[in-house]
């Protein structure tokens, strides 16, 4: 028959094999003294399940710090004494006696709560962008901004940014948010600006609020789809109006001055600003160019279909000026982005570079009417719309439906010619102005 133990066994007692070794209480019938060979301690109740099956749930901590007593009201996880364990067991035993099976109920405990913690909005935001968002979206940097995260540079993982969304609604429950909240959030987006970011401007903004109601929404579909929450609340709010179509276009007297501005902003922005004029590329494209995407003889760019907008592969040829910029760059061989401030990640903050750029007497005007004014001009110059759509990577127009399925030719000296032409067209245009 098993001793009774006392609270000074309990603390004398030891281990002196390499396996645990478990101590019964004469006292308590199921419940063991469990000592590790390392010296820890632990209380075990030891029963049959309903079914008759043998099983074991691990109690607790030891306490022997504490009054012979203990605490009056034990818990299986909690830091118990002897008299605490021996009650504990006593009201299992009750369970068990009632058909009950205390260790199935403690694991169902366990993962409802471990269910809880991943249906956090921060946890779910952050599965969302390394689960979905990063493996199949460029812009998943920007989406995880608008959700209050942000990738750590030296580890690659996410962080929360301070006072962002993710860190208002950090231990938030998905089940909490519902429409009446999302609705309140993009109230707050459209008028005051997105939580932890920095505001560009004092006004209204419906771009502002409708990015935010895209982010969520494809966050909640994504979360549906993996049964983490049973309704998307966005469904049912109606998403704010898209922008209006731009139809900016630089003249040739704001071509000049942006050339010119653009020679005093703070290298190496001063060429990526000219190259987006003479390629007409994406803003991030340039951004993001990496020194291995450069032919060896400088005359073509070739970006891959992971970093362009359709996905396809795009050859982009370069005139002798653009040439010319791209050999001036200064950069370290050691770095594989060719525009960089810190010789590691690619360049950004192109808002605060644009705002610097003094172009006296020029309208409102945005980076990416550079693009728009380059196919503009082309087509000025009287470049065939298709080469156009070519040099700009657009499967449109003249491109689209089943002429776009069957015209496989890249037409590259098509499209080097043109490049060439809307080059010295800039720099006629530069020789005139100093004329």
């Given at each position: 028959m098993a001793k009774v133990l006392t609270a000074q066994a309990v603390s004398k007692l030891s281990c002196t094999g390499d396996l645990p070794r478990e101590v019964p209480d004469g006292k308590a019938p199921g419940l063991y003294l469990v000592i590790y060979p390392s010296g820890k301690k632990s209380w075990a109740l030891r029963f049959r399940?309903?079914?008759?099956?043998?099983?074991?749930?691990?109690?607790?901590?030891?306490?022997?710090?504490?009054?012979?007593?203990?605490?009056?009201?034990?818990?299986?996880?909690?830091?118990?004494?002897?008299?605490?364990?021996?009650?504990?067991?006593?009201?299992?035993?009750?369970?068990?006696?009632?058909?009950?099976?205390?260790?199935?109920?403690?694991?169902?405990?366990?993962?409802?709560?471990?269910?809880?913690?991943?249906?956090?909005?921060?946890?779910?935001?952050?599965?969302?962008?390394?689960?979905?968002?990063?493996?199949?979206?460029?812009?998943w940097r920007e989406q995880a901004r608008l959700l209050g995260l942000r990738e750590n540079e030296q580890s690659g993982d996410l962080e929360l940014i301070d006072k962002g969304l993710a860190s208002r609604w950090r231990d938030r429950p998905l089940h909490e948010i519902d429409a009446d909240t999302v609705f309140r959030l993009i109230e707050e987006v459209r008028h005051k600006g997105t939580p932890g970011l920095e505001r560009r401007n004092n006004e209204t903004s419906e771009p502002r609020a409708r990015a935010m109601h895209s982010v969520l929404s494809k966050m909640f579909n994504w979360l549906a789809e993996k049964r983490r929450v049973s309704l998307n609340p966005l469904d049912v709010l109606r998403r704010p109006p898209p922008p209006k179509a731009r139809d900016r276009v630089l003249n040739d007297r704001e071509i000049v001055a942006f050339w010119r501005a653009a020679a005093e902003a703070t290298k190496p922005f001063d060429a990526l600003l000219k190259l987006l004029l003479l390629t007409g590329a994406r803003l991030n494209e340039v951004a993001r160019m990496e020194a291995s995407e450069l032919s060896e003889d400088g005359k073509t760019w070739t970006i891959p279909g992971g970093r362009t907008k359709n996905h396809r592969t795009h050859v982009v040829p370069f005139s002798p000026l653009a040439r010319a910029i791209i050999t001036k760059v200064d950069r370290l061989e050691t770095c594989k982005h060719v525009f960089s401030t810190n010789q590691r990640t690619p360049v950004s903050g192109f808002s605060k570079i644009k705002g610097r750029l003094e172009m006296e007497g020029v309208p409102p005007w945005r980076l990416h009417d550079l693009r728009r004014t380059a196919a503009t001009h082309m087509a000025e110059l009287g470049i065939a719309p298709h080469i156009i759509e070519l040099c700009l990577n657009h499967v449109s127009?003249?491109?689209?439906?089943?002429?776009?399925?069957?015209?496989?030719?890249?037409?590259?000296?098509?499209?080097?010619?043109?490049?060439?032409?809307?080059?010295?067209?800039?720099?006629?245009?530069l020789r005139r102005a100093k004329a």
């Open positions: 399940r309903p079914d008759k099956r043998p099983a074991k749930l691990v109690l607790g901590s030891v306490n022997t710090q504490a009054d012979e007593d203990g605490d009056p009201d034990p818990v299986v996880g909690g830091y118990l004494t002897l008299a605490a364990a021996r009650r504990l067991a006593g009201a299992l035993s009750h369970e068990i006696a009632t058909g009950k099976d205390p260790a199935a109920n403690h694991q169902a405990k366990k993962q409802a709560i471990a269910l809880s913690a991943q249906n956090t909005f921060s946890a779910a935001a952050i599965d969302f962008i390394t689960q979905h968002a990063r493996k199949r979206t460029r812009g127009g003249a491109r689209a439906g089943v002429a776009g399925i069957y015209n496989r030719s890249v037409q590259m000296e098509q499209r080097r010619a043109a490049v060439e032409v809307w080059a010295r067209h800039v720099a006629g245009l």
